[in-house]
């Protein structure tokens, strides 16, 4: 590190969990984000400000004004522009030495698995099942670390998945397919802050399994009433009939 990036990271190094060395395993870390929506905002910036060496962001969308009300890494100048670019934008300005590779499209099977095979960790902040299920099983099959949220109205929840680690369990021990509720914040409206406050959350897991710092959410779902202003920790088990990583 030279002496802008010690003074640009100095809050972090000051820590003695992270120190010199835990920042220097973020700046060599590369991490794959999936959807730039109220979640992936917050992380992607939260991820660029800490030094996380490459961001590799995959959406396909563009920005709209009606996204503006809780994506927070889009401004209104970039309505009607691609989010990978608008996002890019953003984070460049934010920290302009991280590297950041975009992908404005869906991405194939063949290019998701070799995007999660280099990366150290995946957040998935994403918006339907079908790419939370697809995502999980590459995740399980390539041992990569998930960081998963989900928010709706004004409820969100958030874990970690480590498929590294024995034992652990993946998203399809928690969610059957028959499970999906075609239920989306377009249809039923979600609180602006609660997708920043499960977004942080993903952030902080993601900069935690980089670093190996503390206790991650692996093993526990934690579920956000924001309407009480609630918690609620639910504990996760490996399922030994699960379609994905079970022993069948």
């Not at 970690?160 to 249809?187: Q, V, W």
Request: glycine share 8%; with cysteine.
């Amino acid at each position: 590190m030279d002496d802008k990036q010690l003074l640009r990271y100095s809050r972090h190094i000051l820590l003695p969990q992270v120190g010199i060395d835990g920042q220097q395993k973020l700046l060599d870390a590369r991490v794959l984000i999936v959807g730039l929506g109220g979640l992936g905002s917050p992380v992607a910036m939260y991820l660029a400000a800490s030094g996380v060496g490459h961001l590799v962001i995959v959406d396909r969308d563009r920005v709209e004004l009606s996204n503006l009300q809780r994506q927070i890494v889009h401004t209104t100048n970039a309505i009607g522009v691609d989010k990978s670019a608008s996002a890019r934008q953003t984070l460049q300005a934010l920290n302009p030495d991280i590297q950041i590779t975009t992908f404005n499209k869906t991405l194939p099977a063949d290019e998701l698995i070799e995007q999660v095979r280099q990366a150290d960790a995946v957040v998935d902040a994403s918006d339907n099942f079908a790419t939370r299920f697809g995502l999980n099983r590459i995740c399980v099959e390539q041992k990569k670390p998930l960081i998963s949220g989900a928010v709706i109205r004004m409820e969100g929840q958030v874990t970690t998945f480590r498929a590294d680690l024995p034992g652990s369990p993946c998203y399809r021990c928690l969610y059957k397919d028959m499970d999906e509720i075609a239920e989306t914040c377009s249809e039923t409206g979600v609180l602006a802050p609660v997708p920043g406050i499960i977004g942080s959350i993903q952030a902080t897991e993601t900069l935690k399994v980089l670093t190996g710092v503390g206790q991650s959410l692996n093993g526990r779902l934690l579920i956000l009433d924001a309407q009480t202003m609630e918690w609620r920790e639910m504990r996760l088990r490996k399922d030994p009939l699960c379609p994905v990583c079970g022993e069948i």
